[in-house]
């Protein structure tokens, strides 16, 4: 007779993708009784599955919307610099050029419905609406 705990053990490994070969060796049971444990509890080890599938599509989530945060906070500091420096360290077209590809990358990691209009209907000039490059004098390149 096996321990509950040898049974949880082989439900984890199992719904984990080991094979039962592999289980055998780690758990010292034969595999005649985990052919019959797979078996026997097939539902155990796919709800344990979708349990993992779950976990891993919240880790997912949770770092896209890291990166979401993490590229939305460059994009307010790229235009809050856009709009506050004199622009003689960084050319101006790379500083509009930054802010338009940070703002398609955050959209492009928004879901559908949560786009806002502005993106589906961008400007010609490749700038958000309202947004014209300030040439400070400077020639462009």
């Known amino acids: 007779m096996h321990t509950e705990e040898t049974i ?3 439900v984890e490994l199992r719904a984990q993708g080991w094979t039962l070969g592999h289980i055998a060796t780690e758990l010292h049971v034969s595999k005649r009784t985990l052919v019959d444990w797979n078996r026997e509890y097939a539902g155990d080890i796919q709800a344990f599955r979708g349990l993992e599938l779950e976990l891993l599509k ?3 989530i949770a770092s896209r919307e890291e990166d979401l ?3 939305t906070r460059f994009q307010k500091d790229v235009n809050d610099e856009l709009a506050n420096r004199t622009l003689k360290y960084i050319d101006t077209d790379k500083l509009f050029r930054l802010s338009t590809e940070l703002r ?7 879901p559908a419905n949560d786009s ?6 961008p400007a010609t ?11 400070n ?3 462009q390149r």
């Open 125 to 135: 000039n490749g700038h958000p609406r309202g947004m014209v490059p300030a040439t």
């Open 8 to 10: 949880d053990n082989f």
């Open 104 to 110: 398609q990358e955050i959209q492009r990691m928004l």
């Open 116 to 121: 806002h209009e502005e993106s589906s209907h």
């Open 69 to 71: 945060n993490r590229l």
């Open 137 to 139: 004098g400077t020639p």
């Open 58 to 60: 919240e880790k997912v």
